[in-house]
């Protein structure tokens, strides 16, 4: 007798073990024995420090109320930020004046919106008013002192406000300037070639710091007598003659994975020097140095808060100083947690448009 | 040319000429930038009565240090504080970048592990630190968690020999016996002797093919060697612990609150950046080569130490050299605590004292460039070493 299968015999569902939450569970947390035991040390671990995070941080912590006696008991004193919001975003500016530092950054938003338009028509020109024209513009618009605005010295600048000048400025002048170092490390002429040699590692061997020492020190010794530069000014040469060495030793990189024949062939083709960088090596060699740049300038973002030595007072300038308030002592996590998190978010956001860009550049093959 | 037409460039397209007038106009325009500097420098310094002398280095410096390593007081001289505030900025380098390759390893291995929580645990560790200002991390340890510890008197106690308050952590201390150093002669024998070993392993496999358990061998040689000298001559190591009299701590060793902040700080945020290098190293090594060394019959294990970790070493050395320089270079952010460093003793307090910006300037930048720079060398000879032949 035989037993012939006359039609297909239906799918079986795969074991419940394997899919669903339960195979999920099994694959990701409990795979093998040791997996387990991973996984039940981390769980405790975890358990024993979110918890007690949480119901400081939310469940009982002060949100409203007047002064630190709102903030008695345990829990955060989220009050304290609250009292202090202008501050951590203006610095000492004026109350009266802040408009002028809202109208500035409500102005740059729509310029990079229109710079990441698809194909629209202008970028360049939008792009040259961004880079050269607006700076202008949000110095006199923050300065004041013409067209009857009132004049804000840079001293009273502060908070996230001087943190996100420090990095913009610091990010136009550095990657010109690196773009030119890292052509003049590359170039055949020796002298060309030595001298950024030496200020690339003259700047990446020393500490930031004591490049902001030099500048506020150093500085007046090395200028005529009479000739006096603004705190922040020197503040941000020393931060952007420090990033531009960074940058350069990153486009170099995108510099070196060009190869030979590109330059040759642009050679062939008649380009004078100029005109092959810019059109054939710089587009290649920056599209490879994206993922360093971005590096770089969070790096550059951070290294914004080092400011604080020479007595500046960005965001977390303006942290140390409204904790050393006498009437808020003894809120330190709050402080640095509130401002960790607004530089987190600038970092991650940076790190996230990074990535963004890396993949609308990758015109090559996908693997 | 008779024909009026010249296949001649005219001169001023020559490139030569060009390149010679660039170079001119670059040696003339750094020059004369540097005079402009340096004789502003003379006119500004003479004006303000400073010399450019190194006489102030035998001068009593006459400020107290919180921490040195080397004997420190008052009345010692300038140099000497110098020499505090290296060996100071030496040691916490030290120290942090063992702790920070250590933590980067276990995160950046934590975050490759097929475990979902685990790999979320760290991912969410590197981007958490690596997104936020040291400067601010730094803080936050010695403001928030350092000065917010209990006092003296309720000390956290740890097991009886670790005890953390907000005036520091205080560790039991070794104290070594005269006949200790014949257990460090010993570790150093123990060394010798398993590199020879090594040696002689490679050289007999590669004569013979036959393989010899190097790692093993050398890892009991290391361990057991002392250990067993240890207890011939009759254990002569003693452990200082620290105890409550009176109103603080006796014995023991203390890690000042300074040094803990900057410590755990540097090592955190380091860490987060050893983690992603050691991923990328790892991921860096195509998964093929695996395969084809499991193919050949290997354990899993020899896949690692033969063909996996050599080809990620490669990918991952280079940057992780620059991020101990980074970490190195970052302490001086200890100017912002009050740790005694370089920069705090000498470019701080010593520079205010005496007054001597361009020379105490000049030699703290000089001494961050000769380690940055003695370390690029040899990284540059690493490289050379390790560097895929081609062609």
């Given at each position: 007798?035989?037993?012939?299968?006359?039609?297909?015999?239906?799918?079986?569902?795969?074991?419940?073990?394997?899919?669903?939450?339960?195979?999920?569970?099994?694959?990701?947390?409990?795979?093998?024995?040791?997996?387990?035991?991973?996984?039940?040390?981390?769980?405790?671990?975890?358990?024993?420090?979110?918890?007690?995070?949480?119901?400081?941080?939310?469940?009982?912590?002060?949100?409203?109320?007047?002064?630190?006696?709102?903030?008695?008991?345990?829990?955060?004193?989220?009050?304290?930020?609250?009292?202090?919001?202008?501050?951590?975003?203006?610095g000492f500016y004026p109350a009266a004046e802040r408009w002028r530092v809202d109208l500035g950054f409500a102005l740059f938003v729509p310029l990079i919106a229109?710079?990441?338009?698809?194909?629209?028509?202008?970028?360049?020109?939008?792009?040259?008013?961004?880079?050269?024209?607006?700076?202008?513009?949000?110095?006199?618009?923050?300065?004041?002192?013409?067209?009857?605005?009132?004049?804000?010295?840079?001293?009273?600048?502060?908070?996230?406000?001087?943190?996100?000048?420090?990095?913009?400025?610091?990010?136009?002048?550095?990657?010109?300037?690196?773009?030119?170092?890292?052509?003049?490390?590359?170039?055949?002429?020796?002298?060309?070639?030595?001298?950024?040699?030496?200020?690339?590692?003259?700047?990446?061997?020393?500490?930031?710091?004591?490049?902001?020492?030099?500048?506020?020190v150093l500085l007046p010794l090395f200028l005529p007598t009479g000739v006096e530069i603004d705190k922040l000014l020197r503040a941000l040469i020393a931060i952007?003659?420090?990033?531009?060495?960074?940058?350069?030793?990153?486009?170099?990189?995108?510099?070196?994975?060009?190869?030979?024949?590109?330059?040759?062939?642009?050679?062939?083709?008649?380009?004078?020097?100029?005109?092959?960088?810019?059109?054939?090596?710089?587009?290649?060699?920056?599209?490879?140095?994206?993922?360093?740049?971005?590096?770089?300038?969070?790096?550059?973002?951070?290294?914004?808060?080092?400011?604080?030595?020479?007595?500046?007072?960005?965001?977390?300038?303006?942290?140390?100083?409204?904790?050393?308030?006498?009437?808020?002592?003894?809120?330190?996590?709050?402080?640095?947690?509130?401002?960790?998190?607004?530089?987190?978010?600038?970092?991650?956001?940076?790190?996230?448009?990074?990535?963004?860009?890396?993949?609308?550049?990758?015109?090559?093959?996908?693997? | 040319?008779?024909?009026?037409?010249?296949?001649?460039?005219?001169?001023?397209?020559?490139?030569?000429?060009?390149?010679?007038?660039?170079?001119?106009?670059?040696?003339?325009?750094?020059?004369?930038?540097?005079?402009?500097?340096?004789?502003?420098?003379?006119?500004?310094?003479?004006?303000?009565?400073?010399?450019?002398?190194?006489?102030?280095?035998?001068?009593?410096?006459?400020?107290?240090?919180?921490?040195?390593?080397?004997?420190?007081?008052?009345?010692?001289?300038?140099?000497?504080?110098?020499?505090?505030?290296?060996?100071?900025?030496?040691?916490?380098?030290?120290?942090?970048?063992?702790?920070?390759?250590?933590?980067?390893?276990?995160?950046?291995?934590?975050?490759?592990?097929?475990?979902?929580?685990?790999?979320?645990?760290?991912?969410?560790?590197?981007?958490?630190?690596?997104?936020?200002?040291?400067?601010?991390?730094?803080?936050?340890?010695?403001?928030?968690?350092?000065?917010?510890?209990?006092?003296?008197?309720?000390?956290?106690?740890?097991?009886?020999?670790?005890?953390?308050?907000?005036?520091?952590?205080?560790?039991?201390?070794?104290?070594?016996?005269?006949?200790?150093?014949?257990?460090?002669?010993?570790?150093?024998?123990?060394?010798?002797?398993?590199?020879?070993?090594?040696?002689?392993?490679?050289?007999?496999?590669?004569?013979?093919?036959?393989?010899?358990?190097?790692?093993?061998?050398?890892?009991?040689?290391?361990?057991?060697?002392?250990?067993?000298?240890?207890?011939?001559?009759?254990?002569?190591?003693?452990?200082?612990?620290?105890?409550?009299?009176?109103?603080?701590?006796?014995?023991?060793?203390?890690?000042?609150?300074?040094?803990?902040?900057?410590?755990?700080?540097?090592?955190?945020?380091t860490a987060a950046s050893i983690a992603e290098i050691v991923r990328s190293g790892i991921q860096a090594v195509s998964h093929g080569q695996t395969e084809a060394?499991?193919?050949?019959?290997?354990?899993?294990?020899?896949?690692?130490?033969?063909?996996?970790?050599?080809?990620?070493?490669?990918?991952?050395?280079?940057?992780?050299?620059?991020?101990?320089?980074?970490?190195?270079?970052?302490?001086?952010?200890?100017?912002?605590?009050?740790?005694?460093?370089?920069?705090?003793?000498?470019?701080?307090?010593?520079?205010?004292?005496?007054?001597?910006?361009?020379?105490?300037?000049?030699?703290?930048?000089?001494?961050?460039?000769?380690?940055?720079?003695?370390?690029?060398?040899?990284?540059?000879?690493?490289?050379?070493?390790?560097?895929?032949?081609?062609?």
């Amino acid at each position: 007798m035989a037993y012939v299968l006359k039609e297909r015999h239906p799918d079986l569902p795969p074991p419940r073990s394997e899919v669903g939450v339960l195979g999920w569970l099994r694959r990701n947390l409990f795979s093998t024995w040791y997996n387990t035991l991973f996984t039940l040390v981390t769980a405790y671990l975890l358990w024993l420090a979110l918890p007690p995070f949480f119901e400081w941080a939310v469940l009982h912590a002060h949100y409203a109320g007047e002064g630190r006696q709102a903030c008695a008991g345990g829990g955060a004193c989220w009050v304290f930020i609250g009292d202090r919001l202008p501050q951590f975003f203006y610095g000492f500016y004026p109350a009266a004046e802040r408009w002028r530092v809202d109208l500035g950054f409500a102005l740059f938003v729509p310029l990079i919106a229109y710079l990441h338009l698809p194909r629209v028509r202008f970028k360049l020109w939008v792009g040259a008013f961004t880079l050269f024209v607006y700076p202008v513009i949000a110095y006199y618009l923050f300065a004041g002192g013409v067209f009857g605005l009132p004049a804000v010295p840079t001293s009273q600048w502060g908070g996230l406000m001087l943190t996100l000048i420090l990095a913009f400025t610091g990010i136009v002048g550095a990657l010109p300037l690196g773009v030119l170092l890292a052509l003049g490390r590359r170039s055949s002429l020796p002298v060309l070639r030595s001298v950024s040699v030496a200020f690339i590692e003259l700047w990446r061997g020393v500490p930031l710091i004591t490049v902001l020492f030099m500048s506020s020190v150093l500085l007046p010794l090395f200028l005529p007598t009479g000739v006096e530069i603004d705190k922040l000014l020197r503040a941000l040469i020393a931060i952007a003659l420090f990033q531009a060495a960074y940058i350069a030793e990153v486009v170099r990189g995108g510099l070196q994975a060009i190869p030979k024949g590109q330059f040759e062939a642009a050679q062939a083709l008649g380009l004078t020097y100029p005109q092959s960088m810019a059109l054939v090596i710089m587009p290649q060699a920056l599209k490879i140095a994206i993922p360093g740049i971005i590096v770089t300038f969070i790096e550059l973002f951070k290294d914004t808060s080092l400011v604080v030595i020479i007595g500046l007072m960005d965001l977390l300038g303006i942290t140390q100083a409204a904790l050393n308030d006498p009437k808020w002592l003894g809120f330190a996590a709050e402080g640095y947690l509130f401002a960790g998190l607004i530089y987190w978010i600038f970092c991650f956001g940076l790190s996230r448009y990074g990535l963004y860009l890396e993949r609308r550049f990758h015109t090559g093959h996908r693997r | 040319m008779a024909d009026g037409v010249t296949d001649k460039t005219p001169w001023w397209l020559n490139q030569r000429l060009r390149g010679f007038f660039a170079q001119a106009l670059v040696i003339a325009v750094t020059a004369g930038f540097l005079a402009f500097l340096a004789y502003n420098t003379q006119v500004n310094m003479q004006a303000r009565g400073i010399t450019n002398s190194l006489d102030f280095f035998s001068q009593e410096a006459g400020f107290g240090i919180i921490q040195s390593l080397i004997p420190y007081s008052p009345t010692s001289t300038y140099a000497q504080a110098f020499l505090v505030g290296l060996t100071n900025t030496l040691f916490i380098s030290a120290v942090g970048i063992v702790l920070a390759t250590l933590l980067g390893l276990l995160v950046g291995i934590a975050r490759l592990s097929s475990n979902w929580l685990v790999s979320r645990l760290a991912g969410a560790y590197v981007e958490i630190f690596r997104n936020t200002p040291l400067l601010l991390q730094i803080f936050f340890f010695y403001f928030a968690v350092m000065q917010a510890l209990p006092a003296v008197r309720q000390s956290l106690d740890v097991g009886g020999l670790m005890f953390v308050n907000n005036r520091g952590v205080y560790l039991p201390r070794p104290v070594p016996e005269p006949a200790f150093w014949a257990v460090v002669g010993a570790l150093f024998i123990a060394i010798a002797a398993s590199l020879w070993l090594a040696r002689w392993a490679r050289r007999r496999q590669e004569a013979t093919g036959q393989p010899f358990p190097v790692f093993w061998s050398g890892a009991a040689l290391v361990i057991v060697l002392p250990l067993v000298v240890y207890f011939i001559v009759g254990q002569p190591l003693r452990w200082s612990v620290p105890h409550l009299a009176g109103f603080n701590f006796r014995g023991g060793m203390v890690a000042i609150p300074e040094f803990t902040a900057l410590l755990l700080a540097l090592t955190i945020y380091t860490a987060a950046s050893i983690a992603e290098i050691v991923r990328s190293g790892i991921q860096a090594v195509s998964h093929g080569q695996t395969e084809a060394a499991l193919s050949l019959g290997l354990p899993q294990w020899r896949v690692l130490q033969l063909v996996v970790l050599p080809q990620a070493l490669r990918v991952i050395i280079p940057p992780m050299t620059s991020q101990y320089l980074n970490l190195t270079k970052n302490s001086s952010l200890a100017t912002a605590v009050g740790y005694p460093d370089l920069v705090s003793v000498f470019a701080g307090t010593t520079l205010n004292q005496t007054g001597q910006a361009v020379v105490i300037i000049g030699i703290t930048m000089g001494v961050y460039l000769t380690i940055s720079l003695s370390i690029s060398l040899l990284m540059n000879l690493y490289n050379k070493r390790v560097r895929l032949v081609e062609r």
